[in-house]
T-cell receptor, first 112, second 115 residues
Framework: NAGVMQNPRHLVRRRGQEARLRCSPM?????VYWYRQLPEEGLKFMVY????????ESGMPKERFSAEFPKEGPSILRIQQVVRGDSAAYFC??????????FGDGTRLSIL | GESVGLHLPTLSVQEGDNSIINCAYS??????FIWYKQESGKGPQFIID?????DKRQGQRVTVLLNKTVKHLSLQIAATQPGDSAVYFC??????????????FGQGTTLQVKP
């Protein structure tokens, strides 16, 4: 049973470019979460989605960041016009209803 | 404000000894907690969880204790092995229904196992 799959594992972008991070949840999981982790820190919640719906986006920056979880295909975290401060590890997690969240191995985003 | 914090940033133990990692939380309404282990370059790995209607739960070599009176959570690892070296995070469930939703993570404790 494959775990949460994230790609790419590493992504390098120049300032002003767009970054797209993908997450395929575990089989049977309909809840997806995105978190951001800065070096030497814990994970910070960004957004929680179910199929085609954003349930909680209280941790998402108001500008440049968006997330989706379409009916078919992976969840996408999109960052437009990236800046140096967006450099971080971005983790996706998935779960069934009322079950623990299981995490992927993250995408390390570096902004030049 | 609400926060989940850990008492020590680094814990060093001898191989074979027991480890105890502590966590304090501030939201007395929280009713679900999870411990995760994160190795370098990887995502957090689920270890064990506990709901607020319990004060102790055991897994394989691990035990989680919950003291709601003082809002304290601990993870005990028996017979610590080199493979246990990692950063350990406690996480508190925040919002939603049926324990499904946003997790609030602490800063993490680095466990170093000496051979």
């Amino acid at each position: 049973n494959a775990g949460v799959m994230q790609n790419p594992r590493h992504l390098v972008r120049r300032r002003g470019q767009e970054a797209r991070l993908r997450c395929s949840p575990m089989k049977g999981h309909s809840h997806v979460y995105w978190y951001r982790q800065l070096p030497e820190e814990g994970l910070k919640f960004m957004v929680y989605l179910q199929k085609e719906n954003i349930i909680d986006e209280s941790g998402m920056p108001k500008e440049r960041f968006s997330a989706e979880f379409p009916k078919e295909g992976p969840s996408i975290l999109r960052i437009q016009q990236v800046v140096r401060g967006d450099s971080a590890a971005y983790f996706c997690a998935s779960s069934r209803q009322s079950q623990p969240q299981h995490f992927g191995d993250g995408t390390r985003l570096s902004i030049l | 404000g609400e926060s989940v914090g850990l008492h020590l940033p680094t814990l060093s133990v001898q191989e074979g000894d027991n480890s105890i990692i502590n966590c304090a939380y501030s939201n007395s309404a929280s009713d679900y907690f999870i411990w995760y282990k994160q190795e370098s370059g990887k995502g957090p790995q689920f270890i064990i969880d506990i709901r607020s209607n319990m004060d102790k739960r055991q897994g394989q070599r691990v035990t989680v204790l919950l003291n709601k009176t003082v809002k304290h959570l601990s993870l005990q690892i028996a017979a610590t092995q080199p493979g246990d070296s990692a950063v350990y995070f406690c996480a508190e469930f925040k919002g939603g229904s049926g324990n499904t939703g946003k997790l609030i993570f602490g800063q993490g404790t680095t466990l170093q196992v000496k051979p």
